[in-house]
């Protein structure tokens, strides 16, 4: 079973850039596939970005297309979102999570429910 920790949340201006990072312990990272997802107040659960197990394939939705890139480290255990040229809008709580997958499997999952492991969330805050 594996734990997922948060970093790198915080108040940035509009226009700025922030580096989250997801640390996982307890399993092999390599055997995950991973994404985050994001939450704003009063608004659902928001998927931003996934990447398969080895890191060939990810997905992002247009709303972040080309603004937010996920990467992962599997020696580090772990997972990475680079979100430049930030909006107001991007102001959410950010989740990793995590879903155990075969060897074989290079799929980028983008439903919460898919995920079978949750962090615990880093808030992140843009400025106007």
């Known amino acids: 079973q594996v734990q997922l920790v948060e970093s790198g949340g915080g108040l940035v201006q509009a226009g700025g850039s922030l580096r989250l990072s997801c640390a996982a312990s307890g399993g092999t990272f390599e055997s995950y596939a991973a994404g985050w997802f994001r939450q704003a107040p009063g608004k659902e659960r928001e998927f931003v970005a996934g990447?398969?197990?080895?890191?060939?394939?990810?997905y992002y939705p247009d709303s972040v297309k080309g603004r937010f890139t996920i990467s992962r480290d599997n020696a580090k255990n772990t997972v990475y979102l680079q979100m430049n040229s930030l909006k107001p809008e991007d102001t959410a709580v950010y989740y990793c999570?995590?879903?155990?997958?075969?060897?074989?499997?290079?799929?980028?999952?983008?439903?919460?429910?898919?995920?079978?492991?949750w962090g615990q969330g880093t808030q992140v805050t843009v400025s106007s």
């Open positions: 990447v398969s197990r080895r890191g060939g394939n990810t």
């Open positions: 999570a995590a879903k155990a997958v075969g060897p074989l499997n290079r799929i980028v999952h983008v439903t919460g429910n898919d995920y079978n492991y």
